[in-house]
């Protein structure tokens, strides 16, 4: 069985059946309809290894990754999905507005 992020930072295993969503829409909509609590997890285990992920991706072209290191990018983008909601919405959705499902982004 393949690795499915790199050795470096397997420990982030357990975020991968909720997180690693390959699309913007995705991580929104997982963000949305999450428990804070899974934000707040996924957040309190990415926060000390960002730097080390930017690290490891330095300049390389994003084309070509190969599977374990595309779940890390997308783990890592995931954490940008949530970053907002734990450090300043304190919930899934802005606090006071209207209701994610009344939205719809056309791309």
């Not at 960002?50 to 990754?65: K, M, Q, S, V, W």
Request: with cysteine.
């Amino acid at each position: 069985m393949s690795a499915r992020l790199p050795e470096q930072f397997a420990s982030l295993e357990g975020f991968l059946d909720q997180w690693d969503l390959p699309t913007e829409r995705a991580r929104h909509t997982t963000r949305l309809t999450s428990p804070i609590e899974d934000s707040q997890a996924l957040y309190d285990a990415l926060l000390p290894c960002i730097e080390p992920i930017a690290e490891f991706f330095g300049d390389r072209d994003l084309a070509g990754f190969s599977a374990a290191e595309q779940s890390l990018l997308n783990l890592s983008l995931s954490f940008m999905e949530v970053s907002l909601t734990v450090e300043a919405l304190k919930s899934p959705t802005v606090p006071g507005g209207f209701a994610y499902e009344r939205f719809e982004v056309l791309f």
